[in-house]
């Protein structure tokens, strides 16, 4: 098996990294499907002057974790890489260790990344785990959303997008990857240990295929197969669902939506239940949906003859204008902590909006309005949204700081070149 070409990378690669993006990050565990996607990366990132930065995690959580990360880094050096490692600190988990693990992963991940100002960060996800992922979803009643898989490209953040160009790659192609570039890689124990889901799942893909190497091959190709073709079909109905939140919501520069009650409750189910989630997600700048079950009470109530108040995802939804019309907020619950605004930096606050501060404001403080009130204000922005908005204050937050501005209701005085831009997700 002659494993992945340099040339057949890129061609995977390309489609999903945008035109003009300088550098991407790989995250690398040591395995053979990391190691292989470092090794791509780099010969396409010197193809192509992209500035490449690779990391790999220490868990913790193995008494050989530590040494496996610091194997990872000098094989990436021998390689001409960089690597950097990224420790997981503090009291781990006794239960849901995986799901903790993964979480603080992306967390150190997403971190490093912002410091680094990259916005795409590779993972090696590979065809088995799409096929695997698949039937650990199937196994937990997920609809068309879960039984997708993965998906190519995926934004966490409006700055933290990872890309999986691998995704339709055999396993065994990585292998012989590494091997044809004799290439060592590491083995996890846990990928062997029956304790967890998705090990039980890659047997029970064994015994299906009758211990035979190429009929498991052909199984595995026709479970991602089934993933893409849901993949469309999500696609499709998350179009459907951003066309009609373009026909019921109108959405103010300081974060808050008008929803029109007629649309929804005329919408087919599925539809109107991605419009609102959806709308929660970019309301509420919480990147990951809503649960179903909930969703599926906000929307019967918002359909009922008296749409009730409620609140989901971090929002408030209070019916206005007698209930024809819904207003949504944000919620003065779980706000970022005030932050000192670096010049010459761009940052996103509260998964909700994007600030931009130029090289020439100094001493300044981003932090919500929260009970300071500023006098003589005249806004279409209802009084209840306004401590969730982001302001702009002189010197360190607190009873100190000088209120300067607040840029959603237009009031105050903003450094020149200094923006607050709420960002629409449809």
């Given at each position: 098996?002659?494993?992945?070409?340099?040339?057949?990378?890129?061609r995977?690669?390309?489609?999903?990294?945008?035109?003009?993006?300088?550098?991407?990050?790989?995250?690398v565990?040591?395995?053979a499907?990391?190691?292989?996607?470092?090794?791509l990366?780099?010969?396409?990132?010197?193809?192509?002057?992209?500035?490449?930065?690779a990391?790999?995690?220490?868990?913790?959580?193995?008494?050989?974790?530590?040494?496996?990360?610091?194997?990872?880094?000098?094989?990436?050096?021998?390689?001409?890489m960089?690597?950097?490692?990224?420790?997981?600190?503090?009291?781990?988990?006794?239960?849901?260790?995986?799901?903790?693990?993964?979480?603080?992963?992306?967390?150190?991940?997403?971190?490093?990344?912002?410091?680094?100002?990259?916005?795409?960060?590779?993972?090696?996800?590979h065809?088995?785990?799409?096929?695997?992922?698949?039937?650990?979803?199937?196994?937990?009643?997920?609809?068309?959303?879960?039984?997708?898989?993965?998906?190519?490209?995926?934004?966490?953040?409006?700055?933290?997008?990872?890309?999986?160009?691998?995704?339709?790659?055999?396993?065994?192609?990585?292998?012989?990857?590494?091997?044809?570039?004799?290439?060592a890689?590491?083995?996890?124990?846990?990928?062997?240990?029956?304790?967890?889901?998705r090990?039980?799942?890659?047997?029970?893909?064994?015994?299906?295929a009758?211990?035979?190497?190429?009929a498991?091959?052909?199984?595995?190709?026709?479970?991602?197969?089934?993933?893409?073709?849901?993949?469309?079909?999500?696609?499709?109905?998350?179009?459907?669902?951003?066309?009609?939140?373009?026909?019921?919501?109108?959405v103010?520069?300081?974060?808050?939506?008008?929803?029109?009650?007629?649309?929804?409750?005329?919408?087919?189910?599925?539809?109107?239940?991605?419009?609102?989630?959806?709308?929660?997600?970019?309301?509420?700048?919480?990147?990951?949906?809503?649960?179903?079950?909930?969703?599926?009470?906000?929307?019967?109530?918002?359909?009922?003859?008296?749409?009730?108040?409620?609140?989901?995802?971090?929002?408030?939804?209070?019916?206005?204008?007698?209930?024809?019309?819904?207003?949504?907020?944000?919620?003065?619950?779980?706000?970022?902590?005030?932050?000192?605004?670096?010049?010459?930096?761009?940052?996103?606050?509260?998964?909700?909006?994007?600030?931009?501060?130029?090289?020439?404001?100094?001493?300044?403080?981003?932090?919500?309005?929260?009970?300071?009130?500023?006098?003589?204000?005249?806004?279409?922005?209802?009084?209840?949204?306004?401590?969730?908005?982001?302001?702009?204050?002189?010197?360190?937050?607190?009873?100190?700081?000088?209120?300067?501005?607040?840029?959603?209701?237009?009031?105050?005085?903003?450094?020149?070149?200094?923006?607050?831009?709420?960002?629409?997700?449809?």
């Amino acid at each position: 098996m002659p494993g992945l070409t340099p040339a057949a990378f890129g061609r995977l690669l390309r489609p999903l990294l945008p035109r003009g993006a300088d550098a991407i990050a790989v995250a690398v565990s040591g395995g053979a499907d990391s190691m292989a996607l470092a090794l791509l990366c780099r010969d396409w990132a010197a193809k192509h002057n992209i500035r490449l930065q690779a990391y790999t995690v220490d868990h913790g959580l193995r008494p050989e974790s530590a040494a496996e990360a610091r194997q990872v880094a000098r094989w990436l050096k021998t390689a001409g890489m960089d690597c950097r490692i990224l420790t997981w600190r503090g009291a781990k988990p006794s239960a849901n260790r995986q799901e903790a693990a993964r979480e603080a992963r992306y967390g150190l991940l997403r971190d490093a990344c912002a410091k680094a100002g990259i916005a795409h960060l590779l993972l090696a996800h590979h065809r088995e785990d799409q096929a695997e992922t698949l039937l650990l979803r199937a196994l937990r009643g997920s609809g068309v959303d879960g039984l997708s898989a993965m998906q190519p490209a995926r934004m966490l953040e409006r700055d933290f997008i990872l890309l999986r160009p691998l995704l339709d790659v055999p396993k065994a192609d990585l292998v012989a990857t590494l091997r044809k570039r004799g290439q060592a890689w590491i083995e996890d124990p846990s990928n062997a240990n029956p304790a967890f889901a998705r090990v039980r799942v890659r047997r029970a893909l064994d015994d299906l295929a009758g211990g035979d190497a190429v009929a498991r091959a052909e199984l595995v190709a026709h479970l991602a197969l089934t993933a893409r073709n849901l993949a469309r079909a999500r696609a499709a109905l998350d179009a459907a669902a951003r066309a009609l939140l373009r026909t019921m919501a109108r959405v103010e520069p300081g974060g808050i939506a008008w929803l029109d009650i007629a649309p929804l409750q005329s919408a087919d189910d599925e539809i109107a239940l991605r419009a609102l989630g959806l709308l929660l997600k970019t309301v509420g700048g919480d990147p990951l949906p809503p649960r179903l079950e909930r969703l599926e009470r906000l929307l019967h109530g918002l359909r009922g003859k008296t749409p009730t108040p409620a609140t989901l995802h971090r929002c408030m939804l209070r019916p206005e204008k007698n209930g024809t019309q819904i207003l949504v907020c944000r919620e003065a619950r779980h706000l970022p902590e005030p932050i000192r605004l670096v010049p010459g930096s761009r940052l996103p606050w509260d998964g909700r909006f994007e600030i931009a501060v130029p090289k020439t404001a100094r001493g300044l403080t981003l932090a919500p309005l929260g009970r300071h009130r500023p006098e003589d204000v005249s806004s279409a922005i209802p009084a209840a949204a306004w401590p969730t908005l982001p302001a702009i204050w002189r010197g360190p937050a607190g009873e100190g700081a000088k209120l300067l501005a607040v840029p959603a209701l237009g009031w105050g005085d903003l450094p020149p070149g200094l923006s607050v831009t709420f960002g629409k997700h449809w």
